[in-house]
């Protein structure tokens, strides 16, 4: 079983629509977890992260963990164009140690 | 906004070559990473630096890797004798505190001939 599975998508959405990105892990010892958008041939931007169950906001972006579920989630509201990107979910356990990222989901928003 | 910056860029090496990478990670952090990502694959975890010590290194990381933090601003990736599957983007993170957000530079792009 993967560490973490993500669906690489394609995903192709209208401007405007509401995005769900979501990623699911094997081990429960990972406590921490992270939203980054990945455009082609750049570094990873880290959009949010939590080390929490719950959700998590941050203007158009929230980020909801279910540890009991092993399951993460992005949303992403009013998607713009310009949030046409990759986006990887990545899980860790505190700072010292390494994170384990998924594969990455593309996203295309539609004009 | 502080960030972390790398470089070169782009790094274009004959198989054999000892490269290092460089990087500034943002000023008051204190955890320290490399990754990797091969075209098309995901970013690997490569090796977590605290402390002046390495916290966490991955399979990839074997004798022909080293990291170095030989001032209190830059931190450094060398590898002594490159391979051509070593050709990938490398990038390096940092972060300010146990649990926080792991913030990553724009990555060196290193070829191997």
């Known amino acids: 079983q993967k560490e973490v599975e993500q669906d690489p998508g394609p995903l192709s959405v209208p401007e405007g629509a509401i995005v769900s990105l979501n990623c699911t892990y094997s081990n429960s010892a990972f406590q921490y977890f992270m939203w980054y958008r990945q455009y082609s041939r750049k570094g990873p931007e880290l959009l949010m992260y939590t080390y929490s169950s719950g959700n998590k906001e941050d203007g158009r972006f929230t980020a909801q963990v279910d540890k009991s579920s092993k399951y993460i989630s992005l949303f992403i509201r009013d998607s713009q164009p310009s949030d046409s990107a990759t986006y990887l979910c990545?899980?860790?356990?505190?700072?010292?140690?390494?994170?384990?990222f998924g594969s990455g989901t593309r996203l295309l928003v539609r004009p | 906004e502080p960030e972390v910056t790398q470089t070169p860029s782009h790094q274009v090496t004959q198989m054999g070559q000892e490269v290092i990478l460089r990087c500034v990670p943002i000023s008051n952090h204190l955890y320290f990473y490399w990754y990797r990502q091969i075209l098309g694959q995901k970013v690997e975890f490569l090796v977590s630096f605290y402390n002046n010590e390495i916290s966490e290194k991955s399979e990839i990381f074997d004798d022909q890797f080293s990291v170095e933090r030989p001032d209190g601003s830059n931190f450094t990736l060398k590898i002594r004798s490159t391979k051509l599957e070593d050709s990938a983007m490398y990038f390096c993170a940092s972060s300010e505190v146990e649990r926080g957000g792991q913030f990553f530079g724009p990555g060196t792009r290193l070829t191997v001939l």
């Open positions: 990545a899980i860790g356990r505190d700072s010292r140690y390494k994170l384990i």
